[in-house]
């Protein structure tokens, strides 16, 4: 059974950078059927997708926050980190680092898609305060 | 377009039958995923997919789609589904973005 668990800093000074590291176990990020994503949710607020890597390195970030994100991946240590430089306040959140498998529906013509997040990790709560 | 629609809250009596939306042009092509989020907790995965259930999950919870709207149907609604709902899917204007509704807040009465 797959888990995922952040890791990092739960403060951070206006400014600076965020750093997290998602450490996956019971199977490998290396696996080509999945995509490994950040997920942030700002208290009482809904979700919002930060962006996504493939193990190969592959990235996709939200057009939102595009100009601040940088996601690795370790495949070695089976971790995937998350870098948000310049934060405010407005990146107070809860942090969850997720799975994403996909597949096309080929009874369909043309085929529909789909995409799910599971597992999550637990969340990590980081504040952007002096 | 790469917005999804959910509205805000929806209340349902206990073992009665619900039913949660969720729009957007995206889900003319893409099937919606589901996730419940209990306070203080982390979203979980309960339909994926045409309507698949994973592990774990009861099979009051099902998963349907016609047009631009998904929904997700709890049939006989229990005490412990009161949760958040948001749904989930990918943007399909050729673009990559991964979409999510705004949230469904359900109270179960």
């Known amino acids: 059974q797959v888990q995922l668990q952040e890791s990092g800093p739960g403060l951070v000074k206006p400014s600076q950078t965020l750093s997290l590291t998602c450490t996956v176990s019971g199977g490998s990020i290396s696996s080509g059927d999945y995509y490994w994503s950040w997920i942030r949710q700002p208290p009482g607020k809904g979700l919002e997708w930060i962006g996504y890597i493939y193990y190969s390195g592959s990235t996709y970030y939200n057009p939102s926050l595009k100009s601040r994100v940088t996601i690795s991946v370790d495949t070695s240590k089976n971790q995937f980190s998350l870098k948000l430089s310049s934060v405010t306040a407005a990146d107070t959140a809860v942090y969850y680092c997720?799975?994403?498998?996909?597949?096309?529906?080929?009874?369909?013509?043309?085929?529909?898609?789909?995409?799910?997040?599971?597992?999550w990790g637990q969340g990590t709560l980081v504040t952007v305060s002096s | 377009s790469s917005e999804l629609t959910q509205d805000p809250a929806v209340s349902v009596a206990l073992g009665q039958t619900v039913r949660i939306t969720c729009q957007g042009d995206?889900?003319?092509?893409?099937?919606a995923s589901w996730y419940q989020q209990k306070p203080g907790q982390a979203p979980v995965l309960v339909i994926y997919?045409?309507?698949n259930r994973p592990s774990g999950i009861p099979d009051r919870f099902s998963g349907s789609s016609s047009g631009n709207t998904a929904s997700l149907t709890i049939t006989g609604a229990q005490a412990e589904d009161e949760a958040d709902y948001y749904c989930n899917s990918r943007d399909s204007s050729g673009n990559l973005h991964v979409v999510f509704g705004g949230g469904t807040k359900l109270t179960v009465l």
């Open positions: 997919g045409k309507n």
């Open positions: 997720a799975r994403e498998g996909r597949y096309f529906d080929w009874l369909t013509s043309p085929p529909w898609r789909a995409n799910w997040f599971d597992p």
């Open positions: 995206s889900l003319r092509s893409y099937y």
